[in-house]
């Protein structure tokens, strides 16, 4: 099983920018694609952004296409998500996650849940 640890999360004015980090255990790492999702107080949660194990394909919610970038550091065994112009309706808990069966494209796909999760980093856009 695969750990994974998020961070970079805080309180930023609308239009602001974070940077989210995951760190990400085991040696399969540049194997595996990795991908960001959220959950916002009293919705389900959605898939933001995904990446292949080689960095090459990156998938993105509409809604945050655009504004996030999603990127991966195998050297450090992470993948990171940069989010810029940041909205109100962006506030969540942001979540990274890995599944070695999981295609980056799969990511996006409702019923497709990735096995290994994080705990989560809160991301909260003030107006």
């Known amino acids: 099983q695969v750990q994974l640890a998020e961070s970079g999360g805080g309180l930023v004015q609308a239009g602001g920018s974070l940077r989210l980090s995951c760190a990400s255990s085991?040696?399969?790492?540049?194997?595996?694609?990795h991908g960001w999702f959220r959950q916002a107080p009293g919705k389900e949660r959605e898939f933001v952004a995904a990446i292949s194990w080689s960095g090459g394909s990156l998938y993105y919610a509409d809604s945050v296409k655009g504004r996030f970038t999603i990127s991966r550091d195998s050297a450090e065994n992470k993948v990171y998500l940069q989010m810029n112009n940041l909205k109100p309706e962006d506030t969540a808990v942001y979540y990274c996650?890995?599944?070695?069966?999981?295609?980056?494209?799969?990511?996006?796909?409702?019923?497709?849940?990735?096995?290994?999760w994080g705990r989560g980093t809160q991301v909260t856009v003030a107006s």
């Open positions: 085991g040696r399969a790492f540049s194997t595996y694609a």
């Open positions: 996650a890995t599944d070695r069966s999981l295609r980056a494209a799969e990511y996006g796909v409702k019923g497709k849940n990735p096995r290994d």
